[in-house]
């Protein structure tokens, strides 16, 4: 890790320099204390000969932290107005470069010639769950993700049996994730309402379902937390459009009570539900019987 100390970047006075202002609509709240920015890197644990794809530098306050531990940065940045201000401020650190546009219509490892790269990001609420999703179906995906989210969305994505969400599902799927640091809001300028936290999520070099079974797993926890305050049979027959003793059967096949609620199964019971499933239902596309929903797991259950 990078112990160079760098001055501190005036974020506020940036702004005003230029007529700026953060835009609440893309969620602009820059992380500007130095101690929270060293923890950022600290997480990602970053060798000099990996290469860095930052989501959202904003000013550039954290990418030049990056710069410095890391062979190479890319940062993808969606606010146009910001641009100037980066390259300005990135002038001294020649392994960066700066993409203009939105992540989620960009493949991310398109972005990299590396065969290897990682992800940091400080995320905006209202688009965690779909660049997550984003990051974690790219074609070449990163060898881990540093995200900072707010503090209730990391432990949601860390969540075990009890109080689990269908965003935990979608990460734990992919990678085992981490609360590293809590961050509070007044290192961010403006300052949120809501403290964050830094998460770790390290990939499995494969996820731990095989694909064709992934979109069944999808489908049957999408189905679950459908209705998430509702018994297991319920919600599956209401998400899958079943009749409640049809759930009630798989459920049985698969050793879960029809009683509970689908924030209280592991992973592992949610794969065995998956392989009933395969079982009784080998081809799913083909049943007349039942309508597949939308895979949509851009909803943070």
């Known amino acids: 890790m990078n112990d160079i100390l760098l001055p501190p970047l005036n974020v506020a006075q940036l702004l005003r320099q230029h007529n700026l202002r953060p835009d609440a609509r893309l969620g602009q709240n820059f992380l500007i204390d130095e101690a929270a920015l060293q923890r950022v890197v600290q997480a990602a644990a970053i060798r000099p000969d990996e290469t860095v794809l930052e989501i959202g530098p904003g000013l550039g306050s954290l990418t030049r932290h990056l710069a410095l531990a890391s062979q190479s940065v890319v940062a993808v940045e969606l606010d146009q107005r910001l641009l100037p201000v980066l390259s300005q401020v990135l002038q001294g650190y020649p392994n960066t470069t700066i993409i203009p546009g939105d992540i989620l219509s960009l493949d991310p490892a398109a972005l990299i010639s590396a065969s290897d790269y990682l992800v940091v990001a400080n995320i905006p609420y209202n688009i965690t769950s779909a660049l997550i999703r984003h990051l974690l179906e790219a074609g070449r995906r990163p060898t881990r993700m540093i995200l900072t989210v707010q503090r209730e969305v990391a432990e949601r994505i860390c969540a075990a049996p009890g109080a689990m969400s269908l965003l935990a599902l979608s990460v734990q799927l992919y990678g085992a994730p981490k609360i590293c640091a809590r961050i509070p809001a007044g290192a961010f300028y403006p300052a949120p309402k809501v403290d964050s936290a830094i998460v770790r999520v390290d990939l499995y070099p494969t996820p731990l379902l095989p694909p ?88 943070e259950s």
């Open 212 to 299: 064709a079974s992934v979109e069944i797993f999808f489908r049957l926890a999408k189905a679950g937390f459908s209705q998430k305050r509702k018994m297991l049979r319920n919600a599956l027959a209401a998400g899958l459009h079943w009749p409640t003793d049809r759930a009630d059967a798989l459920l049985h096949s698969a050793g879960i009570l029809p009683q509970r609620r689908a924030e209280t199964l592991s992973l592992h019971e949610w794969f065995i539900l998956v392989d009933s499933f395969n079982a009784q239902y080998p081809a799913p596309s083909q049943e007349n019987s039942t309508q597949k929903p939308k895979d949509d797991r851009s909803q």
